[in-house]
């Protein structure tokens, strides 16, 4: 059972450009969680979402950032417009219940030049 | 908010010496909480996790113990090894959320020194 794949590993972009992070569950799990890691800092909370549907989302900052957990294919975070402080880690989790255990993926590292 | 604080942020001991990290939440209503170690570059893995229902669990090497009344749990390892070095985050599930999602501790950098 092969465990939370994010995709990619590594992403470079230059300030304004577009980040998209890709995240696919473990089998069977049908909540994704995203977090964000800042260097030297803990994860923090940005959105979770079950299958089609966004359930909380009070992570996440108003604006250039979006989410989404489509019916077929992976989890997608997307941030718009990219500034230097979006530069961090980005981990999802998926949980095969509501309240479950979350199975964190190995993460996104994102640097915006 | 909601707030778990973590300590110490730094913890050095001598190979087969214990460790012990420990968190305090601030929401009364959490009723679950991981521990999570993360080596360098690589994701957080679940080591240990503790509900509400119970004071302590163990497997292996490592014990939780949580005091409800008091707000905090800690993370106790025993018999360290050099492997056992790693960031280690303490967590707490929001207790008037439905969602399961965590609050995190800033992180520990543990060092076994051989």
């Known amino acids: 059972n092969a465990g939370v794949m994010q995709n990619p590993r590594h992403l470079v972009r230059r300030r304004g450009q577009e980040a998209r992070l890709r995240c696919s569950p473990m089998?069977?799990?049908?909540?994704v969680y995203w977090y964000r890691q800042l260097p030297e800092e803990g994860l923090k909370f940005m959105v979770y979402?079950?299958?089609?549907?966004?359930?909380?989302e009070s992570g996440m900052p108003k604006e250039r950032f979006s989410a989404e957990f489509p019916k077929e294919g992976p989890s997608i975070l997307r941030i718009q417009q990219v500034v230097r402080g979006d530069s961090a880690a980005y981990f999802c989790?998926?949980?095969?219940?509501?309240?479950?255990?979350?199975?964190f993926g190995p993460g996104t590292r994102l640097l915006v030049l | 908010g909601e707030n778990v604080e973590q300590h110490p942020s730094t913890l050095s001991v001598q190979e087969g010496d214990s460790a012990v990290i420990k968190c305090t939440y601030s929401?009364?209503?959490?009723?679950?909480f991981p521990w999570y170690k993360q080596e360098l570059g690589k994701r957080p893995q679940l080591i240990i996790d503790?509900?509400?229902?119970?004071g302590e669990k163990k497997d292996q090497r490592i014990a939780v113990t949580l005091n409800k009344t008091a707000k905090h749990f800690s993370l106790h390892i025993t018999e360290t090894q050099p492997e056992d070095s790693a960031v280690y985050f303490c967590?707490?599930?929001?207790?008037?959320?439905?969602?399961?999602?965590?609050?995190f501790g800033q992180g520990t950098t543990l060092q076994v020194k051989p």
């Open positions: 979402l079950q299958k089609e549907n966004i359930i909380d």
């Open positions: 989790a998926s949980s095969p219940l509501e309240k479950g255990t979350q199975y």
């Open positions: 929401d009364s209503a959490s009723n679950y």
């Open positions: 089998k069977g799990h049908s909540h």
């Open positions: 967590a707490a599930s929001i207790g008037s959320s439905n969602t399961g999602k965590l609050i």
């Open positions: 503790i509900r509400s229902n119970v």
